[in-house]
C-alpha cells in the first residue's frame, strides 16, 4: 500500500511541477533554440531589402509563403517590436531543394542575423539577445526563383 501510495504522491508532484514551470524558463534550456549571438551576421541595405506583404499577418504567426526571386532579401510585413528572450521560430519548406536560402531577422541598424539553408526545410527557433526593432526575413542566394511555404511565429 504504501508503494502505491508513493507512486501518486510521484505523479502528482511531476504534473504540479510541469504545469507551475513557466514556459519561458523551459526554453531557456532547449538545446535547440539558437541565439542570436551565435548567428552569423552581416550588413544589408535596408532600402533594397523588398517587403512580401501580406494583409492576413497576426502578430504572433507570419505567413512566409511567397515566390522569392534570385538574389533578392525579402521581409514578412512591417518592423516589430521584440523583447530580450522572445524566440523567432521558422518552419518553412522550399523548392527547388537545391536552393541556398538564408532565414533570420534584420535589426533596425541593418545587421541581417541569419542561419543559412540548403536542404529544402527549417524548423528553428532563434532567441533575441537584445530588446529592439526586428523585420523577419528572407533572403534567396540562389540564381532562380524559390517558392516558399510555412510560417514564423514569434
Not at 142 to 151: E, K, M, N
Request: net charge negative; proline share 3%; with cysteine.
Amino acid at each position: 500500500m504504501k508503494f502505491k501510495e508513493f507512486l501518486c504522491v510521484l505523479s502528482a508532484c511531476i504534473v504540479m511541477a510541469s504545469v507551475l514551470t513557466p514556459a519561458s524558463a523551459a526554453e531557456s534550456f532547449d538545446e535547440n533554440v539558437i541565439s542570436l549571438d551565435d548567428l552569423k551576421w552581416e550588413w544589408v541595405d535596408l532600402s533594397t531589402v523588398e517587403c512580401l506583404e501580406n494583409s492576413t499577418v497576426s502578430r504572433a504567426r507570419v505567413p512566409a509563403d511567397g515566390t522569392y526571386s534570385a538574389h533578392t532579401t525579402y521581409t514578412l510585413g512591417q518592423p516589430v517590436s521584440l523583447q530580450a528572450n522572445h524566440i523567432v521560430t521558422f518552419n518553412c519548406s522550399y523548392s527547388p531543394l537545391t536552393a541556398s536560402l538564408d532565414f533570420g531577422v534584420i535589426s533596425s541598424s541593418g545587421r541581417f542575423y541569419y542561419i543559412n539553408v540548403k536542404e529544402g526545410s527549417i524548423n528553428k527557433p532563434i532567441r533575441i539577445s537584445q530588446s529592439g526593432s526586428y523585420s523577419v526575413a528572407i533572403r534567396n542566394n540562389s540564381s532562380q526563383t524559390v517558392r516558399v511555404v510555412g510560417f514564423v511565429n514569434y
